[in-house]
């Protein structure tokens, strides 16, 4: 508990890449045995293998080149959202609702009796087998990551007494001491300090990178015609469609803006198959009202296009560097076959093929190649366990393969210039070549 997960694994990982980095050049600057036994398997895979010794330190650099690349698109694309995967629990983002409503004015009436949907112009029909959440709403500043500025009014919303108990979504953190709080964190909106502030929960992303605020820190905001107002984060939602609001108690809520009645966001619990025709039954019915209906998952996959964006401008920072790591490999093999162009051509002048000379450099290459993306892939795998914990376990299965591919083709490719440049010169031209 010194330190938290994330910083822990990716400290854990990093030191694992470089005392990787540190046992690969010890390996290459050890003395090579002085023979092959004949007759094993892959004798000539592991005698290309050697060849990386011919000059440790190229070596050794183009192997941290691709590690440190291949190190930093996995652990990037680790955290990157996959809409399709959103799910409709009680404990996730969404909170089990299906369908997030918003009215330009209050809706004063309950949808969850039948005298309330009849002064809705709504049957019990209409609504078969949905359930509504209600939550009072002050209008202000949008608080996630679709705005470029700290919000000075945020919004501000605050849920009816039924969905407290019913401790719905997934919390990232919370300052819950009592059984009643760890059990509903929720509970902690009813809390009261002596000094007058006001428990708020405030979605985890939000609270970092809009608001740059932790757990536990307050915030001023400004109330026109009053006292400055003292929110205090006592919990932290996990990856949710509030991201746009701060969540208030109601029972503050109504004693600090009375004149803000009724209720103005619905969230909506109902059959999946429904969502659509509820949608469209709500908008044409609650029309005079200016209601506006959109899926709790459309809603979270806009705000993960705007982290996606983000992390795509990192993954093509780290795929650049990949590229130059697998040219620089490329050239530094190059080099290599040029400088060894006797021993290549004493190698052909004895016997070897044409093509066993060249597997001798794809073997060489290919060392480098698997070592850098296996170190480093490794490293970032150990980095990015808490987020997939988080995630369920879904390895970058995708990301792994791209980047493997795109190197070892790059890097074949490569290799197989310099083999084909080692041995289009004649065998005696080569021995006697400086």
Known sequence: GAISDTAGFFAAGGALLVAGLVAASVRLWSPAPSSLAPGQPAVLVRFGLRHARWRPTRSVLSLALIAFATFVLVTVGAFRRDASGLSLAPDSGTGGYVLMAEAVTPLLHDPNTTQGRGDFSLTDDDLAGARVARFRLRPGDEASCLTLYRPQQPRLIAPAPEFVAESRFR?????AETPEEIANPWRLLERRFPDGAVPVIIDATSLT???????????????????DLTLRVVATLADSVFQSEVVMGEADFTRLFPRQEGYRVWLIEAPEARAGEIATLLEDRLSDFGVDVIDTRARLAAYHRVENTYLSTFQALGALGLLVGTLGLGAVLARNVLE???????????GYETGAVRRLVLAESGGLLAGGLGLGAGAALIAIAPALMARGGVVPIGTLLTVGSIVIATG?????????LATTTGIVAAIKSE
């Open 209 to 227: 990178y809009v608001f740059h605020l932790s757990l536990g820190d307050d915030f001023t905001m400004p109330v026109p015609g009053g006292p």
């Open 171 to 175: 919390f990232a953190a919370s300052l």
């Open 340 to 350: 060894r162009r006797r021993e290549l051509g004493l190698l052909r002048a004895v």
């Open 412 to 420: 074949l490719l490569a290799t197989l210039l310099a083999a084909r």
